[in-house]
């Protein structure tokens, strides 16, 4: 499976961008993907998951601004993020599983996108 992500870029504190991540490949083999996030001087988080029948869940600092969706032939997920803060710029990067993991065991999650850049300026 390979992934593409894209939609990131310089964005003002309170606006919005929304991410797509496209995968190829072996997609019948996906079971869950995900949004992980990294800032300098951090490590890897989770943002939000996406299960294959359509649950979804997001981490604290994200709750009630981004969402995660995706198209029907579940292949491709996005990120809606809106009202973004400085705190949320990080290289965005999109990640498939092979099997359940709700958004834990981050080192589970076998195929990862090449990240995308988000900056939000205060």
């Known amino acids: 499976v390979q992934l593409q992500a894209s939609g990131g870029g310089l964005v003002q504190a309170g606006g919005s961008l929304r991410l797509s991540c496209s995968a190829s490949?072996?997609?019948?083999?996906?079971?869950?993907m995900a949004w992980y996030r990294q800032a300098p001087g951090k490590e890897r988080e989770l943002v939000a998951f996406?299960?294959?029948?359509?649950?979804?869940g997001s981490s604290d600092p994200v709750k009630g601004r981004f969402t995660i969706s995706r198209n029907d032939r579940k292949d491709t997920i996005y990120l809606q993020m809106s009202s973004l803060k400085p705190e949320d710029t990080a290289v965005y990067y999109c990640a498939v599983a092979l099997r359940p993991l709700a958004g834990k065991e981050q080192h589970e999650y076998r195929y990862w996108g090449q990240g995308t850049q988000v900056t939000v300026s205060s």
């Open positions: 996406i299960t294959p029948g359509g649950s979804t």
């Open positions: 490949g072996t997609i019948s083999d996906i079971n869950e």
